[in-house]
């Protein structure tokens, strides 16, 4: 059976040119001891991705040059040497960027069931999701009547953050720049703040306007002026989770900080960097408490579907450009 | 009785100009009830009062112009209406920046008795003691074995940090320039690290050297290019305590930060600023368990000591001149 994936050509500087993915394909082997081969159904692409095509390890070990791309990834089995997985069972795993995966069995998840579409073990219910709830929750140690703002906040995470915090009983502040993005968090009930041709300075004064009681919480997607913006108007102990700085994950030359980092002492903050991946302990307690609102249509979670394997590429790049609502993913055809 | 007293005459921007500060006097008038008189034998100048120059309230109340300045003091009663304060008690107070203060006994503290000079309490067993320990213990959670990093380690805070890293058990690297200062660091076991005519760059690659295994601790005093070369050294789980960020508080213009600072979420590492007067309440712990290692001569606490009320803001210019090794004291004549 063939598998059709996309490798790296070449580590990227800058925005990825889209040249440097390779669409291959191979004939798969025979199914080894444990193996389990899985039809790709929906894809994810991610901004940590960025990271892992710089060739540098960070927290993720890069991708090789040459070799099949990896990601999230929901499937069907459609054959199995693995005693516990058989054939029509749908699973997660990290075999994306290509139609067809073959596998350790043991690198597989099942599936949990819940009354939600697949595609929501991806997003919602998956490692955006997750990421949301842990910086919220476990870093941000966000309460009740907090004050809470949000860059990226119509993204795949800050879209769930902005919705927890509201559940939660704060005041929420989203950061967005296209107006449908502004609407869209007006809509749940989130002050909406534009970036789009603003100074840091200005952001700052429109951020003090939605919340002129100040902030509490800072869910960090971005970095640049939204960090700047933010450090400027917080609270006495404010707490700030740092998610990513999808500002710079392109940048060419690393652009300067913020001038006024300084703030973390006067007003006695934190600013904690998390990874998800260090907290994935928690997400039974993740799921026990989000399932059921994805279930019941209480939490709005935006996807925005590829379609097609050849996409992927599109899609990921797509993320750097503001074109995305919610999360992104790639639907393969049968 | 006659008080001398500085005075601010204009909010400074930048560097504080020596004839902002003027030395006026004025006839003190009888005591109130409660109030006691304060000849004063130590002042105190440390470098978060040029924050209460600028006019803005940040975490203290700003200088009134035109009004006494204000600060740590040592000094001794020489008329009472305080029931508890008697004539020849030694005290601490925040009647500085004067020869002869008048004050209400109730903001006054009597100086705890331990086997030391009394200007200890300004500096070892003062607010910079009490500021090296709330930071190297309450923020940054320093354990034994840590590799800890120290800007302005030769500075009233960074000097007594570094001692009580060392104490703990910990690989130290202190950052400082003049040569006198690397060698006293050297003195002590502590590796010295010079930022002098040094790149971002080349000091991180300096701080490297001097601490292979990374730094689990940074506790900052400067910001500028130690907090950048500090963010490229981080550990996983790094914790940065943020004491106070000098380098910036006589910018006319706010220069740019670290251009790293997503390596907080590479590290997965917190920043956390404090102020000491939040942790007043373990004053008490750390009194007990410093002052009898300053009793034992076993910390080796810095003074520089200027001579006369006159000297006080040259003694307090020269603090962002590196003009300072340890604590910077005023000594007033009798």
Known sequence: ???????????????????????????????????????????????YMRGRMSGVHTYVAPFQLGKPMEGG????VIASNHPNLKVGDKVSHMGGWRDIAQLPGDSVTA????????????????????TAWTGLNLIAECKPGDNVLVSAASGAV??????????????????????????????????????????????SDAIKLASPNGIDVYFENVGGICLEAALSQLNEGARIAVC???????AETPAPGPSNLSQLVAR??????FIVADHWASYGYFLNEVAPQVADGKLDYKETIK???????????????????????V???D
Request: hydrophobic letters at 40%; charged letters at 20%.
């Open 158 to 203: 800050g879209s769930l953050v902005v919705q927890l915090a509201k559940a939660k009983g704060c005041h929420v502040v989203g950061i967005a720049g296209a107006a449908h993005k502004l609407a869209w968090l007006e809509s749940l009930g989130v002050e909406p703040v534009s970036y789009r041709d603003r100074s840091a300075q200005e952001l």
């Open 244 to 250: 990513g700085m999808i500002d710079g994950y392109n």
């Open 73 to 76: 990834a929901i499937g069907e």
């Open 268 to 273: 006695k903050a934190k600013m904690q960097g």
């Open 111 to 130: 599936l949990p069931d819940h009354n939600v579409p697949d595609q929501a073990y991806l997003g919602v219910l998956g490692m955006p999701g997750m």
């Open 307 to 329: 379609e097609g394997l050849e996409s992927t590429p599109d899609a990921f790049l797509a993320l750097f450009e503001g074109g995305n609502t919610g999360k992104m993913l």
């Open 1 to 47: 059976m063939l598998s059709r994936f996309y490798t790296l050509t070449d580590h990227p500087t800058g925005l990825p040119k889209r040249e440097l993915f390779s669409l291959e394909s191979q004939e798969l082997p025979d199914l080894d001891e444990g193996e389990v081969r899985i039809r790709n159904h929906w894809l994810s692409v991610d901004p």
């Open 331 to 333: 639907k393969l055809s």
